[in-house]
C-alpha cells in the first residue's frame, strides 16, 4: 500500500434510466473516458448506475448482475485501459437469494479488488414528496461489513447514499485507516441542503477526504428526482470541487499530506473517549432510544 502525497479524482453523475440499460452503460463508459482524459487515478460512479430499479415492483431483479459480471467487466476494461481505480454500486445476486447494493472496487488491473454491501437501507415509506414512499429493505438485504480496501492510492472506505446520515461507519472507517471515503449516491432531490452539509460533516470530524457522487436529475420511468452536486470535500470541510445540475464530470487534484496537516493542527481522533460511547453499540427500543437509566450526577 502507498499513501500518495496527491492524487487525481474525478466525480460521475449522469441519469441512470430504468428504460434504457444498454444506453445508460455506454454513457458511463463515455464519461469514464472523459475522466481518464483529464488525469484521474480514481473515478466514483453513482449509486445503481445501472439502472435505479424504482420503476417497477421487479425491475430491480431484472437490473441485477453477479460480481463480476456484464457491467463490472465493462468497468474493468476501462480501468485496465486507463490505468484507474473505479467504484459504483449496483443491484447484485446476494447468497441468500435475494438482492443487495454492491460497490464493487476495481483496481488498474482490471480486477475486482473487493466489495462493499449497503449496510443502512433507505426505508422512508412515509417521505410525503415521494408517492407511496420508499422502502429499499423490501428491494434488497443490508451487508454487515465496513472494510478498508488497501490501494496503490492510500486506504480507501467506500459507503452507499443513505449511509451518509449515520456518522458510526465513517468514524468507523476513519479508525480503521481509511485516508478517503467514498459516498456512492442516488440521493433525492430536493435535499442538497442535507448533501453538502452531511458531506461536509463526515470530512470535518474524520480528517479524511470525502467525495460524494450522486446521480442527477429525473429518472424517466419512475419520475424520482436526484441531487446531483456531485463534490470533493477536504479534511477542513471545504468543498474543493462540485458538479453542477447536468450530467458530467468533475475532476480535482487532491493533497493527501493536508489530512496529516489537519489532524496535526487539532488531532481530535486522539482526543476521543470511547469509555464514554458504550451506549453506541446498545440495544434500543421501537422508537430508537436507549431504555431510561439511572440519572447521572450534574456534578459527576
Known amino acids: 500500500m502507498t499513501n500518495r502525497d496527491s492524487l487525481v479524482v474525478s466525480v460521475v453523475q449522469f441519469t441512470a434510466s ?15 473516458d472523459k475522466a481518464a482524459a483529464d488525469g484521474a487515478q480514481l473515478v466514483v460512479l453513482p449509486e445503481v448506475w445501472t439502472g435505479l430499479g424504482y ?11 453477479t460480481v463480476p459480471g456484464p457491467a463490472t467487466d465493462a468497468l474493468a476494461e476501462r480501468a485496465r485501459q486507463h490505468g484507474l481505480y473505479i467504484v459504483g454500486s449496483l443491484y447484485g445476486h446476494a ?21 462493499y454491501v449497503k449496510t443502512h437501507l433507505f426505508d422512508a415509506p412515509n417521505r410525503a414528496d415521494i408517492k ?5 429493505s423490501d ?13 496503490e492510492l492510500g486506504p480507501i472506505g467506500v459507503t452507499i447514499c443513505s449511509d ?18 467514498l459516498n456512492v449516491s442516488a440521493f433525492l432531490a430536493p435535499r442538497v ?61 487532491i493533497d493527501m499530506s493536508m489530512i496529516d496537516q489537519v489532524r ?15 451506549d453506541i453499540a446498545a440495544a434500543v427500543n421501537d422508537q430508537g432510544l436507549l431504555a431510561p437509566g439511572p440519572a447521572v450526577p450534574t456534578n459527576a
Request: charged share 20%.
Open 18 to 32: 430504468d428504460l434504457d440499460p444498454d444506453g445508460t452503460v455506454k454513457k458511463c463508459l463515455a464519461l469514464i
Open 55 to 65: 420503476s417497477s415492483p421487479i425491475a430491480a431483479k431484472e437490473l441485477a448482475q
Open 95 to 115: 447468497p441468500s437469494g435475494r438482492l443487495y447494493n454492491v460497490a464493487p472496487v476495481i483496481g488498474p488491473e482490471g480486477t475486482v479488488l473487493g466489495r
Open 132 to 136: 407511496g414512499g420508499i422502502r429499499e
Open 139 to 151: 428491494k434488497v438485504e443490508a451487508g454487515h461489513e465496513l472494510p478498508v480496501f488497501s490501494t
Open 164 to 181: 451518509l446520515r449515520f456518522p458510526e461507519p465513517y468514524r468507523l472507517l476513519a479508525l480503521r485507516g481509511a485516508r478517503i471515503i
Open 193 to 253: 441542503d442535507h448533501w453538502e452539509f452531511l458531506l461536509r460533516a463526515r470530512a470535518v470530524e474524520n480528517q479524511v477526504f470525502v467525495v460524494g457522487s450522486g446521480q442527477v436529475g429525473i429518472e424517466p420511468a419512475s419520475g424520482i428526482g436526484f441531487v446531483g452536486r456531485s463534490m470533493i470535500v477536504d479534511p477542513w470541510g471545504t468543498v474543493i470541487a462540485t458538479a453542477s445540475d447536468t450530467e458530467g464530470i468533475v475532476t480535482s487534484r
Open 264 to 278: 496535526r493542527s487539532y488531532p481530535l481522533l486522539e482526543q476521543r473517549r470511547p469509555s464514554l460511547y458504550g
